[in-house]
T-cell receptor
Framework: DAKTTQPTSMDCAEGRAANLPCNHS???????VYWYRQIHSQGPQYIIH???NNETNEMASLIITEDRKSSTLILPHATLRDTAVYYC???????????????FGEGTQLTVNP | DGGITQSPKYLFRKEGQNVTLSCEQN?????MYWYRQDPGQGLRLIYY?????DFQKGDIAEGYSVSREKKESFPLTVTSAQKNPTAFYLC???WGKGNQPQHFGDGTRLSIL
């Protein structure tokens, strides 16, 4: 699976949009981009994923560049409860390789300030 | 509610003792996974199972064992052979093949007495 690079930490004001970048310049054509977040001492929470089109759900939006070498997770109106470590993961769909592990890097610590 | 239940939330192990961590899901997911997380680090895969009665080693399987006798259950045993078991253990499951995301339980924190 392709390696991802994220900033170590970011700050955001409550009520503003949080834009979390991720570089995945070695991504392959059959690899998806997944975003998870983890609040301290809890299990990772799935947020959103996509292949090449932009995606939106009730939690966030995912913007993937046309060359697919980077993406941005957007939390449109950040709240204090969005403070967490956010992980960007690139993975092939299960069935295309044996196993389908998620490789978590160090992620971005997002702190939402009042 | 549908979800993944891990128990216990906290577990203490004595030297030379085997302990078993429970993971149950009622999501009708085919695949289940065990990960280990050490402080300040990402997750590392211990074992995974894509169907009942079958499982595969992950990156750090030594000192651990699993079983998958039922679709809903994937218990992890931390054996006495695992010399550094103190960690946060996470169970995940995934529905079907393709690009479906994995969903996680709330974890079990294992410590050595």
């Amino acid at each position: 699976d392709a390696k991802t690079t994220q900033p170590t930490s970011m700050d955001c004001a409550e009520g503003r949009a949080a834009n979390l970048p991720c570089n995945h310049s070695t991504i392959s054509g059959n690899e998806y981009v997944y975003w998870y977040r983890q609040i301290h001492s809890q299990g990772p929470q799935y947020i959103i994923h996509g292949l090449k089109n932009n995606e939106t759900n009730e939690m966030a939006s995912l913007i993937i560049t046309e060359d697919r070498k980077s993406s941005t997770l957007i939390l449109p109106h950040a709240t204090l409860r969005d403070t967490a470590v956010y992980y960007c993961i690139v993975r092939v769909a299960w069935g295309e390789t044996s196993g389908s592990r998620l490789t978590f890097g160090e992620g971005t610590q997002l702190t939402v300030n009042p | 509610d549908g979800g993944i239940t891990q128990s216990p939330k906290y577990l203490f192990r004595k030297e030379g003792q085997n302990v078993t961590l429970s993971c149950e899901q009622n999501l009708n997911h085919d695949a289940m996974y065990w990960y280990r997380q050490d402080p300040g680090q990402g997750l590392r895969l211990i074992y995974y199972s894509q169907i009942v009665n079958d499982f595969q080693k992950g990156d750090i399987a030594e000192g651990y064992s699993v079983s998958r006798e039922k679709k809903e259950s994937f218990p992890l045993t931390v054996t006495s052979a695992q010399k550094n078991p103190t960690a946060f253990y996470l169970c995940a499951s995934q529905w079907g093949k393709g690009n479906q995301p994995q969903h996680f339980g709330d974890g079990t924190r294992l410590s050595i007495l």
